[in-house]
Every structure is written in C-alpha cells, then in structure tokens.
C-alpha cells in the first residue's frame, strides 16, 4: 500500500492474511481500535504490521461495538490511543463512548481519535467543541501516512502526560515522605522508615528488594559491612554482615559506592549513597526486575538529598538521650560528688542548645532547599509552557488539531506550578516568615486578572460573576488574596463535572466585604465540613482528583492574616460554595 491512498475508499480490496513473523522484541504499543466494520480493523491492523515508533511496534486490540470496547475498557484502561468510529450500533454510540471514557472512567490520559465515513452525522466543529476528543478524520480522506502521523502525535502526547503526572507524583511522595520522616528520634526507626518510603517514592514492582547497609564494628574490633534495615528477601537478613547474606556481585557494588561514594544505576539495581555531614555513609541497594528510568533516579537523588539532614538531627537527638540517660545513673551512683554533677548538667545544656541552633539551622536549609526545588521545577515548567503557546499560536493558523492536546500540556504545567505555589506559600506561613505587602487593591480588577487565565485554559467552562457590590478598593496583600481566589476557583473546577459552572461574586456584608466563588459540583459530606481547612486533609470523595490537601489550609491562613474568615457552605450533589469575609476598614 502506497502511504497516501485512501485506506477506506469505495475501491479498497480485502485484505490478506497476516504473514507469519517472528514476536518483536520491545513492547508493543497498543492501539484500541473501535469499528463496526471487520474491514476497518483488518485494514488498520494490515497498514500498522509494518510501522514502528520509537523502536516499538504497533498492536491493535479490535471491538466491534462501542459496547464491546466499554468491556474491553473495564478490564484494560490503559490504552494510550483510541481510534473510534462515530456510527456504529447507534447514530452517536461512538460520541457516547467518548464521553463514557472521559467522564464515567475520569481516563484523561487516553488520546483519542474520531474516525466517521458519515461527516454529516456529526459535524466535525460541533465534535471537537462539544467532546473532549484529540484528533477527527473522516475515513474518505484518511491515507496511510495521516493515519500514522495521527498515532503518533497521540502517543508522544500521551507519553508527555505520563511523564507530567509521574513528576508530580513524585515529588508528593517526597514530600509527604520527607514530614513524616523528619518526626521519627530513632535511628533505626529513621532507617526503616526510609527503606519502606524509598519503595513508594518509585513504584517497586512485584519480586523488588531494598536494604541498607552501614559499616559496624565487630568483637574483634574489624569492620564489617552489616544490613541494618530490608525490605522483601533482605528482611530476614538484618543484623547480618553483607558478604554472608548476599551475592557477590551485590557486595562488590556496595563496597564500591562506600568507596567512591557516588551512586550507581544499573540494569535491575540502583545502590545509594545517602551522606551526611558527621556521621558518616549510608548506602542502599533497591532491586528490582525492570531498570529505573531516568525520572525515578532524579526522584530517588533528591529523596536522599532531603533526608540527609533529618538524619544529622536523629543523631544529634540520640546522643542527647544518651548522654541524658548517662547523667541519670551518675546521679543515682554518684550522688556525694555535686560539683562533678552540675558540671555535667552544663555541659548537657551546652549540648542541647547546640541541638536546638542545628535544628534551627536545619530547618533553614530545608527552606533554603524546598525554594531550590521550586526554582529548578520553574525553569523546565516555563520553558514547556512558552513551548506551548508558541505552538498554540501556530497551530490556529496550520493545524487546529493539536489545540486540544496543547491545552492538555499547559493544564498540566499549571497544576505543577500551582502545587509549588501553594506548598511554598503554606510553609512560609507555617514557619511565621511570611511579611505581608499591604497596600490598596481593587477587588473587582483582583477577581477579573484571577479569572483570566482559568477562561483561557477551560474555554468549555462556564463562569458568571456579580460584582457590583464591592467596593472600589479594599487594603491587603494582592499577590496573597489573588492566592486564595486561585485555590477556591480551582477546587470548584476541579470538583465538578465538566462542563463546569463557576459563580464568582461580591459584596459587603455589614462591616465586611465578601468574595464567594459556588459551584455546582459533588459536594462535601456534612461529617467532613468541619475537617476541610486542615492541613493535608482530603475528603473521602476526592478520589482520583490530583491534589496535595494544602491549599484550603493556606487559604484560611491568608485570610486569617488580613484579620477575615472563611465559611463553607455544601450539599452533597448540589454544589459547595466558600464564602471569604475581609474587614472594609482602612490603613
């Protein structure tokens, strides 16, 4: 078949059996292809046999119903890209299996492509505007190469999606990991902790081990490399020296990181060299059937990174309780000598303020190194996003296809930037550091540049305002009240059903102004409504919507610092609305 004929032309011959080939190598790359024409199918499957992308083939999955692809679907919802007939058992099965797809299953990563031999059943504007669909083609025009730059296109946008999504994932895990982590006083708890968190940091597969090794001292007074923490087939083997429970070749790699100190990559292994700054080298072997990828070995770096000053503080608070329990018999055996006694006592207290000030200090850097990730994580994120809106612009004029799948890219580059926002804004206010820039603002123009770039992103969305009963200026901090509009309006598009409607409004309230942005989304159940504003808490209903549990906590915080409240008012089903009150009096 020539790449430019038509592959469902009035004139096309049936196609012939498959030869018989030898199973390639790399996994395949599955296509879900939906049509109630065997042709289709056999054509499809005929045309692709002989493509490859990124070294991978290609491998259809047939249904010849929008019902048999629902089955399908429910068993296996990991296709990348869909193609999907809009005619089938009905005029518009294959529109109600799009949105079957994007809403009943929430799959948002899946690509998919409209394939109709009947344009006039649904008019391709009236499709793209009204389905949240990636690519339309009408089967009279579609050759073999726009069939294929079509698949590809959809799998290097699903492909983008995933990698979006296991970042942000990521970091969640670190830093949810890194808070529970830094509370642990024990160093063996310490230790074990980080062995069961480093398994969730990256997704450790089925039949993967972890374990930890330090040197130690044996009675012979020699040192010994010595598992002191495992996970898998290493958790019977704590306490053991490393060459009675291990391979060679495992004992060779984490003799060689302890000496050169660098962490090594390889094909099923990754050992990990965690230092710290006094009390020595740790080194971790994670084991696994598949390698890390590239993204996992960034995340596991930054994971040892973080934790190395969490474990300076464990040792420090265990030698304090050492010495603690030390001063303790002294004073029970030793009670005649006072003067050695409060000598020691001096000295404890010396220790502890020592402890203390490194503490403090630590804290300080942890500051210091979340903003360095923040920055690190800008610059990338910028660069993808003005990537983006230079396509964008691009393809209004050239290739109106790919808008869908632009909006898709800067959506998910907003959500990542969004949660930076938040979390460095909520660790500020945690710590007391935040210095607020108070000066006049106008509400209405605040509510008006919040909601301009949500109109941009969400275009099928529908948002309403009523602002004529504000003031013309209220005193506070924009940049921080721009925040909390940012989080509510947000929550309400991301807690409701697509397309969304958003109501923003304002007013005064007696001596108060209030800001109210509604929704008619899920709801909070009544037990939750009290729990909404702590920090890290989600609702039960929340499931499969991305967040972090974050941003209604600083929003309470801001509007607390401006001397306001929030309320909260929601009926499961109907919709949520939060309400912010802010004093109307003046500098």
């Known amino acids: 078949m020539v790449m430019d004929d038509l592959l469902f032309g009035p004139d096309d011959d049936q196609p012939g059996q498959d030869d018989a080939g030898a199973t390639p190598a790399a996994e395949p790359w599955t296509i879900l292809v939906v049509d109630d024409e065997p042709q289709v199918h056999a054509m499809t499957s005929v045309l692709l046999r002989d493509f490859e992308f990124e070294g991978r083939p290609f491998q259809i999955v047939s249904a010849l119903s929008a019902a048999e692809a629902r089955r399908t679907l429910a068993i296996r919802p990991d296709f990348p890209v869909a193609l999907i007939d809009v005619v089938m058992e009905q005029e518009d099965a294959g529109l109600r299996l799009v949105r079957h797809i994007r809403e009943d299953l929430g799959n948002h990563r899946m690509r ?41 296109s959809g799998l290097r946008a699903w492909r983008d999606i995933v990698t979006i999504e296991r970042q942000r994932q990521g970091l969640e895990r670190i830093l949810s990991a890194s808070s529970r982590l830094f509370a642990t006083r024990s160093m063996r708890a310490l230790v074990e902790g980080m062995v069961e968190q480093l398994a969730r940091v990256v997704d450790h597969v089925e039949g993967g081990a972890i374990l930890a090794c330090r040197p130690t001292d044996r009675a012979d007074r020699s040192r010994a490399l010595t598992i002191i923490a495992g996970t898998g087939r290493h958790a019977a083997h704590v306490g053991v020296p490393a060459t009675d429970a291990l391979p060679v070749d495992a004992v060779a790699a984490i003799a060689e990181a302890f000496a050169t100190e660098t962490s090594r990559f390889g094909e099923h292994r990754c050992v990990l060299v965690f230092r710290t700054l006094e009390h020595g080298t740790t080194v971790f072997a994670l084991d696994r059937p598949e390698p890390y990828s590239l993204d996992e070995q960034r995340l596991l770096e930054v994971f040892c990174q973080r934790m190395s000053v969490g474990f300076d503080n464990v040792c420090l608070y265990e030698d304090l309780v050492t010495l603690n329990q030390t001063l303790e018999r002294r004073v029970a055996d030793r009670t005649a000598e006072l003067a050695a006694n409060q000598k020691a006592l001096i000295l404890a207290k010396e220790r502890a303020e020592l402890a203390l000030e490194r503490e403090l200090q630590a804290k300080h850097e942890q500051r210091q190194f979340l903003a360095m990730v923040s920055h690190e994580f800008r610059t990338p994120l910028a660069v993808i996003d003005s990537a983006a809106q230079l396509l964008t612009r691009r393809a209004q004029t050239t290739d109106t296809g790919m808008l869908d799948r632009l909006g898709a890219i ?126 890290f808490f989600r609702g039960t209903n929340a499931g499969g919507v991305p967040g972090t549990g974050i941003g209604l906590h600083t929003v309470q915080q801001i509007v607390q610092l401006h001397g306001g409240a929030i309320r909260v008012d929601s009926r499961v089903g109907q919709g949520t609305a939060f309400r912010v009150l802010l004093p109307l009096a003046t500098e």
Do not use: W
């Open 410 to 535: 800067r959506m998910g580059v907003q959500r990542l930037t969004m949660l930076i926002d938040s979390y460095l804004t909520d660790e500020r206010l945690q710590s007391g550091n935040m210095v607020p820039d108070f000066g006049t603002v106008d509400p209405r123009a605040l509510v008006r540049s919040t909601l301009e770039p949500f109109l941009l992103a969400y275009p099928g969305h529908q948002f309403d305002t009523a602002l004529d009963g504000l003031p013309a200026a209220l005193y506070g901090d924009g940049h921080l009240l721009g925040l909390v509009l940012v989080n509510l309006i947000n929550n309400a598009i991301k807690y409701s059903e697509s397309p969304a409607r958003i109501t923003v409004s304002g007013g005064c309230d007696g001596v108060n102004l209030y800001l109210e942005v509604a929704d008619r989304g899920c709801g909070i159940p009544e037990n939750e409504r009290a729990r909404v504003f702590d920090r």
């Open 112 to 152: 998919i492509i409209l394939r109709t031999g009947q344009p006039g059943q649904a008019p391709e504007r009236e499709v793209v505007v009204g389905y949240d669909i990636n690519d339309y083609k009408s089967k009279t025009e579609l050759t073999a190469q726009k069939l294929y730059t079509s698949l590809v």
